[in-house]
């Protein structure tokens, strides 16, 4: 057992190594383009710029690969206007108009209630999420798109980002109590789900440290 021990620690030691060296070289050819070494020190805030770059190595199968990915989320950036996006008071994310925005705001935060519940054993902060109760019909009435509620995940991940200076990782707790057969075997929740999560992965890789899915329903497995 103490052999086998001794040898998966080796294993990740060398593993780190070989992604740092990757980091470093990813890091040559980020400064080897200053365009791009000006939206990368943009976007990792208080990120030192190697961590940031292993990130976008650690999963990818080069470093030729991620500097294609990285540049791919630098522009997805650059584009989206998300520096702008994360300094928004969360009203602002849902429209202009003052009274339609809180309405939206409102419906939102009912239909699907979240919100920071501290931090994890190791320090991380944890993003709580009840989804149980989502219905985007009743959504879209109040005035929240799925493009508007796909954008408000954006801007809550850069606050949750932002709550921990942009360094290190996250847990997120997705809570399903409530959850009908109906809504899971609607297109828009599964749409929606599946979009939030290939997003976050593209452009939060190595971000999340841990995912718990709490109250799953029985039919869960089986519908999804």
């Known amino acids: 057992m103490a052999q086998q021990q001794a040898a998966a620690s080796a294993a990740g030691r060398s593993q780190r190594s070989s992604r740092l060296d990757e980091g470093v070289e990813l890091v040559s050819l980020l400064r080897a383009n200053p365009s791009m070494l000006a939206m990368a020190n943009r976007a990792r805030h208080d990120e030192p710029l190697l961590e940031f770059a292993a990130r976008f190595v650690a999963v990818e199968s ?3 690969r991620a500097y294609k990915r990285l540049g791919a989320h630098l522009e997805y950036r650059r584009q ?4 702008d996006l994360a300094q928004l008071p969360a ?3 849902f429209g202009n108009d003052g009274p339609k925005a809180q309405a939206a ?3 939102y935060n009912k239909l699907l209630p979240h919100g920071l519940l501290g931090r994890d054993h190791g320090g991380r902060p944890i ?12 959504l879209d009435r ?8 796909a954008r408000y995940n954006e801007w809550l991940t ?3 980002a932002a709550n921990m200076h942009h360094r290190g990782q996250w847990t997120v707790i997705i809570d399903l109590k409530g959850l009908s057969f109906a809504t899971v075997a609607s297109v828009k929740w599964m749409v929606y789900v599946q ?11 190595e971000r999340l440290h841990q995912l718990y899915v709490v109250n799953v329903p029985s039919f869960f497995a089986r519908a999804w």
């Open 195 to 205: 979009t939030l999560a290939s997003h976050d992965a593209l452009h939060y890789p």
């Open 105 to 107: 705001q409102a419906a």
């Open 142 to 149: 109040a005035g929240v798109s799925f493009a508007m509620a």
């Open 80 to 83: 989206h206007k998300i520096e």
């Open 158 to 160: 850069e606050r949750l």
């Open 127 to 138: 993003l709580y999420k009840h989804c149980g109760h989502a219905n985007f019909a009743q």
């Open 91 to 93: 009203e602002l994310v």
């Open 62 to 64: 080069s470093v030729s």
